[in-house]
């Protein structure tokens, strides 16, 4: 087992169908030595997904819906000891995850794009997803929830519902 200690960022880049956009959002996690990236919000259908995958060095895994909407990456540089187990998704582009030994340890990488209404539904789908997994869990993505409604500047939302609390388990 290492001791390394790696660099995660997660990001809703809110679409790359773009070159452009695509080469300022690899260029900057590579400025950022990012090890594990989770992308929200690719709009990138499966076909398109090999476009982003030219400029980043190491493991894509990624979950499309068929529009130009959703969509979950998770990036991991090829640096990062990595010994793949088992990816899971969803058809609608929201959830992905991946079971995988990194740096020696049994991980479960989760992103998720949660819907922008309340949605207990989806939580308890990505609760029954990872509760077929084996490791530790890094779940990453947009909840597209307040957890503190003081701290969240915006007034566009209201606090985390307790039955979203209750599908995430918390």
């Not at 809703?12 to 992308?39: E, H, Q």
């Not at 990505?126 to 947009?142: F, H, P, R, S, Y």
Request: proline letters at 4%; aromatic letters at 8%; hydrophobic letters at 40%.
């Amino acid at each position: 087992m290492s001791d390394r200690q790696l660099k995660l960022i997660s990001w809703n880049i809110n679409g790359c169908s773009s070159p452009i956009k695509r080469k300022k959002v690899i260029t900057f996690l590579k400025n950022n030595y990012a090890d594990i990236v989770f992308i929200q919000e690719t709009h990138m259908r499966e076909l398109e997904v090999g476009k982003f995958k030219v400029g980043w060095v190491g493991h894509l895994f990624h979950s499309s819906f068929s529009s130009k909407c959703n969509g979950v990456m998770i990036l991991v540089h090829k640096n990062v000891s990595f010994i793949l187990r088992k990816q899971s998704k969803d058809a609608e582009g929201r959830i992905i995850c991946v079971e995988a030994v990194i740096e020696g340890v049994q991980l479960v990488l989760c992103n998720i794009y949660a819907p922008n209404k309340g949605d207990p539904i989806f939580f308890h789908e990505v609760n029954k997803i990872l509760g077929n997994t084996e490791g530790e869990i890094v779940l990453a993505g947009d909840f597209n929830e307040v957890m503190d409604p003081v701290l969240d500047r915006s007034v566009f939302r209201p606090p985390l519902m307790n039955k979203e609390r209750q599908a995430l388990q918390m």
